[in-house]
């Protein structure tokens, strides 16, 4: 493994985290190529952390070159009520709903959208016992 640290997010982090994304977001294997907006994926899965709660934002570095991600709410419930209020509504604008689309023939950027305008919300069942989540992302070269 090369040299890492984990740092801070910092301004101008975000084409390289919502690149990890994409390049981890076929279940750990690279996506690039599954979406016509290579965007996308990061708007559902890293741009919330970053716009919400980037204290809550690690980056894994090697000497210069972020290759993966830590990235959590300390409080997911309230975290989803700020994802409606501030993140989703402008996203909503930019992605049609693609809900007159029968789920088994949406592309996986309606996928997406689908998620903009119908975001899953975790059970109070579960955040009244785990009250926090995080994301962790690595590449390949970073990875075992």
């Known amino acids: 493994m090369p ?7 910092r301004p101008g982090d975000e084409p390289v985290l919502y690149e990890i994304c994409l390049r981890t ?3 750990g ?5 599954q979406y016509v907006d290579p965007r996308v994926l990061g708007h559902v899965y890293v741009g919330p952390f970053l716009a919400l709660v ?16 830590a990235l959590g709410a300390a409080d997911t419930a ?12 402008p996203l909503r604008e930019c992605y049609p709903d693609p809900a007159a689309v029968p ?23 579960v955040t009244d016992r785990f009250p926090a989540h995080l994301h962790i992302n690595l590449l390949p070269v970073v990875q075992r």
């Open 3 to 9: 040299d890492a640290h984990i740092r801070g997010f």
């Open 25 to 27: 977001g076929d279940a």
């Open 29 to 33: 294997r690279d996506a690039t190529g």
């Open 54 to 69: 980037p204290e809550h934002v690690h980056v894994l570095d090697t000497g210069g070159t972020a290759v993966g991600y």
């Open 78 to 89: 309230r975290f989803e009520v700020e994802c409606e209020r501030r993140w989703w509504p």
């Open 103 to 125: 789920p088994e023939e949406r592309s996986p950027d309606q996928e997406m959208a689908h998620l903009i305008h119908h975001p899953e919300t975790t059970p109070r069942a």
